[in-house]
């Protein structure tokens, strides 16, 4: 397993986690808004396993602001991170995929990109971009064998959500409008994507799956 993220430092215990399962893994660290940097990064993990057999792609990031105060380079920034990563690392890993002739790629993308968010605009927009993005791909590569879905979560607990979640009355507010009254945990989200990684969804390819545990239906 090759984990890819700017900083290797960032993966190391995750590393540490695989191997002491008896895994094999490799930290790979690229900056993903780069395209040259992917397609060295792609190329490392290519001549360590061999193959890419699937794809997790998780690149984002978000600034809360009205686009009234947005400027350019934010705009830019944003888009960067949160779409043309996506298109990069794709397109990295799909060469490979291609001459294989199989491949499942997820792409997460989130719930804001089904129903915008204010003052998130950016964020918003290209998460919507990389929904549509996966489907064309997984049109456009089905006939390769690759199969290309997209998963759209709302808040989960993680390192970023966790001090405002931690707070009574901001985690009340928020799940206030959840209908199943609370936000997700990790686990929810990694055996989904285990599902779509595994032959168990071999005939699933173009899907948006949401897991917000109802909020888009508000």
């Keep these: 397993m090759a984990l890819l993220a700017r900083t290797a430092r960032d ?3 995750v590393r540490g986690e695989i191997e002491a ?3 094999a893994a490799s930290a790979v660290a690229a900056d993903v808004t ?3 940097e992917v397609d060295r990064a792609v190329a490392a ?6 193959t890419v057999d699937i794809l997790v792609h998780s690149a984002g990031g978000s600034q809360r ?5 947005l400027a350019d380079d934010e705009w830019k920034r ?5 779409l043309d990563s996506t298109f990069y690392v794709c397109r990295a ?3 490979l995929m291609h001459a294989q002739g199989r491949g499942s790629i997820i792409n997460i993308a989130s719930a804001a990109g089904l129903r915008g968010r204010p003052n998130n605009a950016p964020y918003s927009a290209a998460k919507a971009a990389m929904i549509n993005f996966s489907r064309a791909l997984a049109m456009e590569w089905a006939p390769r064998g690759i199969r290309v879905n997209t998963l759209a979560p709302g808040r989960f607990l993680t390192p970023l959500t966790e001090t405002e979640m931690s707070v009574p009355e901001k985690y009340a507010a928020f799940v206030k409008n959840v209908p199943l009254g609370r936000i997700g945990r990790p686990e929810e989200l990694k055996e989904i994507a285990v599902w779509l990684a595994s032959d168990a969804s071999a005939f699933v390819t173009g899907a948006t799956i949401v897991i917000d545990g109802g909020q888009t239906l508000l």
């Design 34 to 36: 780069d395209s040259a």
């Design 93 to 95: 890993a799909g060469r």
């Design 78 to 82: 944003l888009v960067g991170v949160n």
């Design 21 to 23: 399962l008896g895994g």
């Design 45 to 50: 993990v290519q001549e360590r396993f061999g």
């Design 65 to 69: 602001k009205p686009v009234l105060e």
């Design 11 to 13: 993966l190391e215990s």
